[in-house]
């Protein structure tokens, strides 16, 4: 079992706080990364040359409080001229704010309100055609915004508090929420009414808290339920496929790679631990770091950043981290 405990990388932000990041989940705009704190949101490009990280702050926008989660448009391009830079984030005023900038002189903010409560999730529909942000909350709500003008599409009553939205890059036109209580709801963007839901059939009170859908396999499901995570098959909905026991007592956020099949990031608590794993497969690389927010895959390579409270934001290898 391997250790995380020497990051391949690391970038000390001074007293800067970090809540949440996120490499850009596209080909045209992987080496992006967007860094939430608590009064702004930078945007850093990273690359892997000659093995070594080129880590490089591109931009930085006021955010005027602190960043819950972050969400990068497919709009988003580093290959174009001039660059577009567009992601959203979700604060802890409840409000949504979608950013456009080339990166050089212009930048666009369109201010999001309705939610009464926190923001615990938000994602862009994973289409060129950039039509609807999908938001959930602790609020017993799942909004669906319009990108173009901000205005409020519909809201989606839930049961308890929603904890996490997906969409799948191979069904832009199908998105999930999964609430606190455990109930997976996938919909439609085309009436955003209900597809299916997957049947848990809970023996314990455990609340789920994250959930994935792998770009690799876009029948594949991961939930967080308490210290487990279960697997499911959108093929076969009536029981889990496996589930996966972690050696914690919360599992706070589960992280398909976008790439790498089968390769998954766990954070959870006590600790905070940070553990790769093969889904449905042995822990492969596993560590306890002083207080981890979030993390994120890039794109393309065995890079997954991770933020914790110690001010820095740790980068780590992970075919380093499996030769140890």
């Known amino acids: 079992m391997g250790s995380l405990s020497r990051p391949f990388h690391s970038v000390g932000l001074g007293d800067e706080e970090i809540f949440c990041l996120s490499f850009s989940p596209y080909e045209w705009s992987k080496n992006f990364l967007a860094i939430g704190t608590g009064n702004k949101v930078i945007i850093a490009n990273v690359q892997y040359e000659n093995d070594e990280i080129q880590f490089n702050v591109i931009r930085e926008f006021h955010h005027l409080c602190p ?6 448009s497919a709009l988003s391009s580093s290959d174009t001229v001039p660059k577009v830079c567009k992601f959203a984030t979700a604060g802890i005023d409840g409000k949504i704010r979608i950013y456009s900038s080339d990166l050089a002189q212009s930048e666009n903010i369109l201010e999001l309100s309705g939610h009464t409560d926190n ?14 942000l999908i938001s959930t909350s602790d609020d017993f709500t799942c909004k669906i915004w319009s990108v173009e003008n901000g205005d409020l599409l519909k809201t989606i ?3 308890s508090s929603g904890m996490a939205v997906r969409f799948n890059p191979s069904e832009p036109n199908k998105f999930f929420v999964i609430e606190k ?3 997976t709801t996938l919909f439609s963007t085309m009436n ?31 939930t967080a339920l308490g210290g487990r995570i279960q697997h499911w098959n959108l093929n076969s909905l009536s029981v889990p496929e496996d589930t996966t026991t972690v050696s914690c007592e919360m599992v706070r956020k589960v992280r398909f790679h976008p790439t790498f099949e089968n390769f998954m990031a766990v954070l959870s608590s006590p600790g905070p631990v940070v553990t790769v794993l093969r889904s449905m497969g042995p822990v ?8 981890a927010n979030d993390l994120s895959w890039h794109f393309s390579l065995p890079l997954l950043a991770v933020a914790n409270d110690r001010s820095n934001k740790n980068i780590s290898d992970k075919k380093f981290v499996l030769r140890m």
């Open 67 to 72: 960043v819950i989660t972050l969400s990068w």
């Open 119 to 132: 923001v615990n999730c938000i994602a862009f529909q994973p289409d060129i055609d950039d039509k609807f």
């Open 157 to 159: 009553p839930l049961q």
């Open 181 to 183: 209580s455990g109930v």
């Open 192 to 222: 955003f009414s209900p597809v299916t839901s997957l049947s848990n059939n809970f023996t314990c009170q455990d609340p789920a808290l994250d959930a994935d859908w792998s770009s690799c396999n876009p029948t594949y499901i991961i």
């Open 284 to 291: 492969m690389v596993t560590d306890s770091l002083m207080a």
